[in-house]
DNA sequence: AAAACGTGGTG
DNA sequence: TCACCAAGTTT
């Protein structure tokens, strides 16, 4: 049964708003990008914060503002040149829609920016979240912007039970966001309740005590380190175990790297080529990827790192470099020899780029260069 | 509607 | 070691 709640009533609603944003004005965090937030730099900002945490972003948000600070020099910039410089950020599709986004803006709006949440919704990786908060802090536009730290925020205020990750949580609380929503400031008021959901109503052990709206708060708990039922989720994702081999392989001075498809796990980073074996599939020769068609002129050197974790969202990988001596160069497709100080300058998975240094120094340094 | 998609931090 | 989470979107 879905709960229906004037468990808020309208008073206590705009009561808690005003709250909230006297809240807000006095303990926002001093964030980079609430110096001087032109669209540009918030739509970059939305995007690369996308599940992720604010101090790991941070970085890569200034490095693209320094290095692109327009839609238009974003736009004209190349595309491995973004991936590099996305590179450990994870969910590498947001940086090929970035790139894609960046040229609509600079090719087709031509500077003109439309200022409603449903039209920036219509550039790729920007999704009902986004938008919202772009055309709110950007443009005023009425819209609530909800995000993982709002429907921590709301589900817990107004008590709500339901799934957040099914309609029957989401509906009672995109209609809670919609009556709190501060349409005299909604850029403001949606950063606000995001800043409580970050400072204070924390997954773990909210700060109950010192939350502008605990006072008809239906999850205030009442000791210091206990955590509420809300938010309730139903989803629950399972991690496969996979081996993954990468097969260094070597030619003379030059290492022979592959380009991931554009698709998928590390979608559109070069890699070595990669064999990944899924121990949980019945058909074991079907998950195997074969790294080359020809392995005629390859003599095998041996393990060269410890074999070690590597954690996806939905893989537990056990990671193995395999490294080979090769007397021919081979040219198979998605596949190129570099030298190793150009390999390095690749978009690369962080599995692969937390040995580099390792993996470079472990091979013998070659006679014939 | 449900699954896929990275990485790093935390308890 | 494990589970959960972080300024979600796409298919």
Same mark, same amino acid.
Request: proline fraction near 7%.
């Given at each position: 049964?879905? !709960?229906?709640?004037?468990?808020?009533?309208?008073?206590?609603?705009?009561?808690?708003?005003?709250?909230?944003?006297?809240?807000?004005?006095?303990? %926002?965090?001093?964030? +980079?990008?609430?110096?001087?937030?032109?669209?540009?730099?918030?739509?970059?900002?939305?995007?690369?914060? %996308?599940?992720?945490?604010?101090?790991?972003?941070?970085?890569?948000? %200034?490095?693209?503002?320094?290095?692109?600070?327009?839609?238009?020099?974003?736009?004209? &910039?190349?595309?491995?040149?973004?991936?590099?410089?996305?590179?450990?950020?994870?969910?590498?599709?947001?940086?090929?829609?970035?790139?894609?986004?960046?040229?609509?803006?600079?090719?087709?709006? !031509?500077?003109?920016?439309?200022?409603?949440?449903? $039209?920036?919704?219509?550039?790729?990786?920007?999704? +009902?979240?986004?938008?919202?908060?772009?055309?709110?802090?950007?443009?005023?536009?009425?819209?609530?912007?909800?995000?993982?730290?709002? *429907?921590?925020?709301?589900?817990?205020?107004?008590?709500?039970?339901? +799934?957040?990750?099914? @309609?029957?949580? =989401?509906?009672?609380?995109?209609?809670?966001?919609?009556?709190?929503?501060?349409?005299?400031?909604?850029?403001?008021?949606?950063?606000?309740? #995001?800043? *409580?959901? &970050?400072?204070?109503?924390?997954?773990?052990?909210?700060?109950?005590?010192?939350?502008?709206?605990?006072?008809?708060?239906?999850?205030?708990?009442? #000791?210091?380190?206990?955590? @509420?039922?809300?938010?309730?989720?139903?989803?629950?994702?399972?991690?496969? =175990?996979?081996?993954?081999?990468?097969?260094?392989?070597?030619?003379?001075?030059?290492?022979?790297?592959?380009? !991931?498809?554009?698709?998928?796990?590390?979608?559109?980073?070069?890699?070595?080529?990669?064999?990944?074996?899924?121990?949980?599939?019945?058909?074991?020769?079907?998950?195997?990827?074969?790294?080359?068609?020809?392995? %005629?002129?390859?003599?095998?050197?041996?393990?060269?790192?410890?074999?070690?974790?590597?954690?996806? $969202?939905?893989?537990?990988?056990?990671?193995?470099?395999?490294?080979? =001596?090769?007397?021919?160069?081979?040219?198979?497709?998605?596949?190129?020899?570099?030298?190793?100080?150009?390999?390095?300058?690749?978009?690369?998975? =962080?599995?692969?780029?937390?040995?580099?240094?390792?993996?470079?120094?472990? #091979?013998?340094?070659?006679?014939?260069?």
């Amino acid at each position: 049964m879905v !709960r229906n709640f004037e468990i808020l009533t309208k008073n206590e609603i705009i009561q808690a708003r005003a709250q909230l944003k006297s809240w807000f004005i006095s303990n %926002q965090r001093p964030l +980079p990008w609430r110096d001087s937030p032109d669209p540009y730099a918030t739509w970059l900002c939305e995007i690369i914060m %996308q599940q992720t945490r604010i101090d790991q972003g941070t970085r890569y948000w %200034q490095s693209f503002i320094a290095k692109w600070p327009s839609f238009e020099s974003l736009a004209t &910039a190349d595309s491995e040149e973004i991936m590099k410089t996305w590179q450990g950020l994870g969910y590498y599709s947001r940086a090929r829609n970035l790139h894609k986004a960046a040229k609509i803006v600079a090719n087709d709006w !031509r500077g003109d920016l439309p200022t409603s949440a449903k $039209s920036w919704q219509q550039l790729p990786g920007v999704g +009902p979240y986004t938008s919202a908060a772009i055309a709110s802090i950007c443009f005023g536009d009425p819209s609530a912007a909800i995000d993982g730290n709002a *429907l921590r925020v709301l589900s817990r205020w107004a008590g709500i039970h339901e +799934p957040i990750d099914k @309609p029957t949580g =989401r509906k009672p609380i995109e209609k809670l966001a919609g009556e709190f929503l501060d349409i005299s400031d909604p850029g403001m008021h949606n950063q606000a309740v #995001m800043e *409580l959901g &970050a400072l204070l109503c924390t997954p773990k052990a909210p700060n109950c005590e010192h939350c502008p709206l605990n006072e008809n708060c239906k999850s205030r708990v009442e #000791m210091v380190g206990q955590t @509420p039922i809300a938010p309730v989720k139903a989803g629950k994702i399972k991690v496969r =175990r996979v081996a993954l081999t990468f097969h260094v392989i070597v030619n003379e001075n030059k290492v022979l790297m592959r380009q !991931r498809p554009s698709q998928g796990i590390w979608g559109g980073l070069w890699e070595f080529p990669s064999c990944w074996i899924d121990s949980e599939s019945d058909d074991l020769e079907k998950n195997q990827l074969p790294p080359l068609n020809n392995r %005629q002129g390859l003599h095998e050197t041996g393990p060269i790192v410890e074999p070690f974790e590597h954690i996806l $969202s939905h893989r537990k990988l056990k990671v193995t470099f395999q490294s080979w =001596r090769s007397n021919a160069a081979f040219h198979e497709k998605d596949m190129k020899w570099f030298r190793w100080e150009d390999a390095r300058k690749l978009p690369i998975p =962080r599995a692969i780029e937390k040995n580099w240094e390792e993996l470079e120094n472990s #091979m013998p340094k070659q006679q014939f260069s």
